[in-house]
């Protein structure tokens, strides 16, 4: 949390403030927020620098900063983690940064600013030079920008003893799911958190396809999930909690059979699944019908 969606949406809610911009000023009262670089060289880094623009891998943000007079861009690489937000604040409104959790903001010309705010405190913020911005995003297939399908699914996944729950949180396979989409996708598939990769043929393969892509393409159009800190470059909360079929709800009823909805631990995470939509054993796979908004 913040995934793939909430990600997408910080990107594109900051993009029309953003681009174009120069970053005027930079304070960075908590360092630890750049992973063990000097805020002096960050500032120095950023400082002058024009927006160009706003792109994402995975659960990575990434602002491309040009320079005068042409060269390589240089990119700061943001990463929210558990509970950071990063969120224009315009000129004129009200900027008062909380003393624990603001670490770190930009002041942009034509006014307005950039910040970070983060309560739990594992967000980063760092700058690569152009040629190091590939090796410090996750190498795998950003379901998004290069889509996903059954047979990539099989062959990322096909030859894996891992449970599918752990093979779909590995940002170096497929980046941008966390245990949100991770689960509600597992769900629409009709598929079992520990099944096995091993275990997909090309039906079950085209079936989780079908639904990764269907439940971020959801998320995206309702802005990501709100569950408690997450918000868009505007401040905005998400819209689509309320659209979970599993994640969250152990106990209450799975939204497309009614049966109880169960959890157990996967690779150390919690695993929220219907057991009738999403039996153990293969070969008895049923996909849960649509269901709309409870
Ligand atoms: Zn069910």
């Avoid at 911009?21 to 992973?35: D, F, M």
């Avoid at 002058?48 to 007079?69: F, N, P, Q």
């Avoid at 000129?91 to 909380?98: C, E, H, L, N, S």
């Avoid at 106990?251 to 049966?259: F, N, Y």
């Amino acid at each position: 949390m913040p995934e793939l969606p909430e990600v997408e949406t910080v990107r594109r809610t900051l993009v029309p403030h953003l681009v174009g911009r120069r970053i005027r000023t930079v304070s960075v009262p908590h360092a630890h927020v750049l992973g063990g670089a000097s805020p002096r060289a960050f500032a120095s880094a950023l400082r002058g620098r024009r927006i160009g623009g706003l792109s994402r891998r995975g659960k990575y943000l990434v602002l491309d900063l040009e320079a005068d007079g042409g060269g390589e861009p240089t990119h700061l690489v943001v990463h929210l983690r558990m509970t950071g937000r990063l969120a224009f604040v315009p000129a004129g409104a009200p900027f008062t940064p909380d003393p624990r959790h603001t670490h770190a903001w930009m002041g942009l010309s034509g006014g307005g600013r950039l910040t970070f705010h983060d309560v739990r405190k594992f967000g980063r913020l760092g700058w690569v030079g152009h040629a190091d911005l590939a090796g410090a995003l996750p190498s795998g297939r950003d379901p998004v920008l290069e889509g996903v399908d059954g047979p990539v699914l099989l062959r990322l996944l096909g030859t894996r003893r891992a449970p599918l729950k752990s093979l779909l949180l590995r940002q170096d396979l497929l980046c941008g799911l966390g245990n949100i989409y991770a689960n509600e996708a597992l769900h629409r598939a009709g598929l079992h958190p520990l099944c096995a990769g091993a275990g997909l043929d090309q039906a079950a393969a085209d079936g989780l396809a079908a639904a990764i892509g269907g439940v971020l393409a959801e998320a995206l159009a309702f802005q990501g999930t709100t569950l408690w800190d997450y918000r868009t470059g505007d401040g905005e909360r998400g819209g689509f909690g309320r659209f979970l079929r599993v994640y969250g709800r152990a106990g209450l009823p799975c939204r497309a059979c009614g049966t109880p909805v169960e959890a157990l631990r996967v690779a150390g995470r919690t695993s929220a699944f219907c057991p009738r939509c999403q039996p153990a054993a293969a070969g008895r796979r049923r996909p849960p019908v649509a269901v709309d908004a409870g």
